[in-house]
C-alpha cells in the first residue's frame, strides 16, 4: 500500500525553467528525503531533511533546493532546469534517522529537453 | 565515506532456482545494511536490513541476507526463485540521520 506519494508522475520541461516537485506521506514519519536517480539506474541521495536538521549533499548543485510546509511534505524545487536534470526524483521517509526503514514513492520522471 | 558494491550488473537464472546477489561495503563506523528491489518503471521496495545481532536476516517473499564483518559483505540469497522476482536489486548502507548510499544495482531475469 502506498503510503509516500508524488507528484506528478512525469513532466517534460524546457532548459531554463523552474519546475517544483511535490511529496508527501501519511506515515508519520519525521525525517523525508530526495534521491535522483539517473538513466543508468544510479541512485543518489540529495537531501536529508526533519524539523532539526537539513543535510545536504554536497555535490548537489544550488539549483535544487528542498521546501518543507510541515514534516509530511518536502517538496523539490529546481530553479533554473539544465539537460543533466533528466532524471527519476525518488522521495522517501524513515521514522527518524539512517537506522530507520525508508519507505519510498513512486518517483517523478524529469525529461529536460 | 560509505561506499557500496554490487559486482553483478545482471543476473540470469530460471525458475525455481537458488539466486546469491553478492554486496560489499566500507566504512569505519556503525552502519545499517538494507536491500531494496526495484521493478521496472516503480519505486524502491524494502526487503530486509541488518544493524546488529544475528548475522542472517530474513525479509520478505522468501529474501534473506547474511552479514560478514570479516568480508564486509551483506549478500541477499532466495532459495527458488520466481519470475516475479525479476527486478532490480539495490545494496544499501547508511548512517545515523543520513540518507541511503546505494550499490549500482544487480539486475535479476528469471526465465520460466
Known amino acids: 500500500e502506498t503510503a509516500v506519494f508524488q507528484t506528478p508522475n512525469y513532466h517534460v520541461t524546457q532548459v531554463g525553467n523552474e519546475v517544483s516537485f511535490n511529496c508527501k506521506q501519511t506515515l508519520g514519519h519525521d525525517t523525508m528525503y530526495w534521491y535522483k536517480q539517473d538513466s543508468k539506474k544510479l541512485l543518489k541521495i540529495m537531501f536529508s531533511y526533519n524539523n532539526k536538521q537539513l543535510i545536504v549533499n554536497e555535490t548537489v548543485p544550488r539549483r535544487f533546493s528542498p521546501q518543507s510546509s510541515d514534516k509530511a511534505h518536502l517538496n523539490l524545487r529546481i530553479k533554473s532546469v539544465e539537460p543533466e536534470d533528466s532524471a527519476v526524483y525518488l522521495c522517501a521517509s524513515s521514522l527518524l534517522g539512517g537506522q530507520d526503514t525508508q519507505y519510498f514513492g513512486p518517483g517523478t520522471r524529469l525529461l529536460v529537453l | 565515506t560509505q561506499t557500496v558494491s554490487q559486482s553483478d550488473a545482471h543476473v540470469t537464472v530460471f525458475e525455481g532456482d537458488s539466486v546469491e546477489l553478492r554486496c560489499n561495503y566500507s566504512?569505519?563506523?556503525?552502519?545499517?545494511l538494507s536491500w531494496y528491489i526495484q521493478h521496472h518503471g516503480r519505486g524502491l521496495q524494502f526487503l530486509l536490513k541488518?544493524?546488529?545481532?544475528?548475522?542472517v536476516v530474513q525479509g520478505v517473499n522468501g529474501f534473506e541476507a547474511e552479514f560478514s564483518k570479516s568480508d564486509s559483505s551483506f549478500h541477499l540469497r532466495k532459495a527458488s526463485v520466481h519470475w516475479s522476482d525479476s527486478a532490480v536489486y539495490f545494496c544499501a548502507v547508511s548512517a545515523w540521520a543520513q540518507g541511503l548510499t546505494f550499490g549500482l544495482g544487480t539486475r535479476v531475469s528469471v526465465f520460466p
Open positions: 566504512y569505519g563506523g556503525s552502519i545499517y
Open positions: 541488518y544493524y546488529s545481532g544475528n548475522p
